[in-house]
């Protein structure tokens, strides 16, 4: 049977995800600074943990393949580990444009939500550098 909102619990899930992002203080642009300045762990025990969960899932998807929502076997991304110049320049960019706009991509849509409407500003940047490598990709070393 097929739902009449396939995607209703993805918007539920990030909901509930933006909730929790909020109260753990992860979107503040104070526990921001405090992280790229090193007065404070927070930030780290979160990334620190989400790293953690991530690699256990990882494992757990891989043994034995996990379905999708569709019944078909997960795709997961081939075993590289992102070494050389590429991967430390990417990483590079991303973190200045961490620190510069005191927030990473991924709350920026709930930092909009709740008033801060400045990051419109970094969300549409965001959009135009992801914009940009697209069109760029087929002549970009990989």
Known sequence: MTSRFPLFGYLLLGAAFGIILTKAEVISWF????MFRFQAF???GIIGSAIAVAAIARLLLKRPPAPTLCGEPAPLADEETGRGYRFWLGGGI?????????ACPGPLFILIGGGVSVMIVAVLSALAGTWTYGYLRSRLPH
């Open 31 to 34: 526990r921001i600074q405090e």
């Open 42 to 44: 927070h930030m780290f």
């Open 94 to 102: 991303f973190g200045i444009g961490w620190a510069l706009t005191g």
